[in-house]
C-alpha cells in the first residue's frame, strides 16, 4: 500500500470537503494528530477506511486513487440498501445498521473484534427470576439511541437532543399522573391489549366485557376513563332502543412502543449487549430560566 499516496488522497478530499483534521478524526474516532500523520506519509488502519470515506463522501477505491471513485452519496446508499431488502425484511435492516452504528460511534481499538449480531433478545435473570431484555444504545451529548436487537426481536429508538433539550417536548406532569393512574385501574391494560389484538372496529362495553368475563359496568367506565385521556375514540349510535357509546383504539402505535421501553425502565438490572456512554450532562437540562434565576440569587 502506498501511504504517500493515501496520505495524499486523504488531504484533498478533506480540503475539498471543506473539512478540519479534527472533523475527519472524530468520524474516524482517532485524534487530530492522527490525521495529521497520515496526511504526512502515515497510514491509517485498514479498518478504518470504510469510516474516512464516508466522512469524505468518496469511495475507498478514491482513497488510493483508482478509477470509479467518484463522490456517493451515503444517505442514498443507505436507502438503496434498505429498498433492496425483501418485504418484511425491511425493518429489521434498519435495526440492524443502528447496531452497527453503535459499534462505530466507539473509537478504534475499544473493541477487539466487531460485535456479533445475537441470536436471541433477552439474557437469563437471576436465579428463577424472569428473561432479562437485551439492550444496546450509546449515550451521547448529541442525543440518544436506545433498544434492543437480535435475529429474534428487534425495535430501536433514535433520539438526537434538540436545542431546547427532551424536557421541552414532554407533556405536562399532570397530564402523564393520569394516563399513569388510568393504565393503573385493574384490568386496564388487559382490556387495552385485548383492543389492540383485535381487528380495528368499533365495539360496545357490553361484548367487551362479555369477551373478558368481566362485569359490564367496570368495562364501560375504564372505556369512558381511557376515551378521556385520548386512548380511545367514542362513536354514538342510534339503536332502535336509543343512544349508545361505542369505542375503538386510537389510531396511535405508540401502544407497544410505550410498553417496550417501560419493560426496559423496570427491570431491575441493566442487561446489555453493546453501549457506548460519552455523556457528561445531566439526560434533561433545566430549563434556562432557572440557571438564569440561580445565578441572579
Avoid at 453503535?102 to 436471541?120: D, Y
Avoid at 437471576?126 to 440518544?144: I, Q, S, T, V
Avoid at 387495552?192 to 365495539?203: G, M, Q, R
Amino acid at each position: 500500500m502506498d501511504s504517500s499516496l493515501l496520505g495524499a488522497q486523504i488531504t484533498k478530499f478533506r480540503k475539498a470537503a471543506g473539512l478540519t483534521q479534527e472533523e475527519l478524526g472524530k468520524a474516524a474516532g482517532v485524534s487530530t494528530q492522527a490525521v495529521s500523520r497520515w496526511e504526512c506519509g502515515g497510514a491509517p488502519d485498514v479498518s478504518l477506511l470504510p469510516a474516512i470515506a464516508d466522512k469524505l463522501g468518496v469511495t475507498i477505491d478514491a482513497l488510493f486513487g483508482r478509477e470509479g471513485g467518484a463522490a456517493e452519496d451515503a444517505m442514498d446508499r443507505a436507502c438503496r440498501y434498505i429498498a433492496s431488502q425483501p418485504e418484511g425484511k425491511r425493518l429489521d435492516a434498519i435495526c440492524h445498521i443502528l447496531f452497527q452504528s453503535t459499534q462505530n460511534m466507539m473509537p478504534s481499538g475499544v473493541l477487539s473484534r466487531p460485535v456479533q449480531f445475537p441470536a436471541r433478545c433477552t439474557l437469563p435473570g437471576e436465579g428463577d427470576g424472569p428473561a432479562l431484555l437485551m439492550r444496546n444504545g450509546a449515550k451521547l451529548e448529541e442525543g440518544l439511541l436506545f433498544g434492543t436487537v437480535s435475529e429474534e426481536f428487534s425495535f430501536m429508538t433514535v433520539a438526537p437532543e434538540p436545542e431546547a433539550g427532551y424536557a421541552a417536548y414532554f407533556a405536562d406532569n399532570d397530564a402523564y399522573r393520569k394516563l399513569f393512574a388510568v393504565l393503573s385501574r385493574p384490568n386496564c391494560l388487559e382490556l387495552l391489549e385485548f383492543l389492540y389484538s383485535e381487528k380495528e372496529h368499533y365495539i360496545v362495553a357490553e361484548a367487551a366485557a362479555a369477551r373478558l368475563g368481566l362485569p359490564g359496568e367496570e368495562v364501560e367506565a375504564l372505556f369512558r376513563e381511557m376515551w378521556g385521556i385520548h386512548l380511545l375514540h367514542r362513536l354514538e349510535m342510534e339503536l332502535a332502543s336509543g343512544m349508545i357509546d361505542t369505542y375503538i383504539v386510537n389510531e396511535n402505535f405508540a401502544f407497544v412502543p410505550f410498553l417496550l421501553m417501560g419493560r426496559c425502565l423496570i427491570e431491575k438490572d441493566m442487561a446489555f449487549y453493546v453501549q457506548w456512554i460519552t455523556r457528561k450532562s445531566p439526560l434533561l437540562r433545566r430549563p434556562a430560566e432557572e440557571k438564569k434565576k440561580e445565578k441572579r440569587e
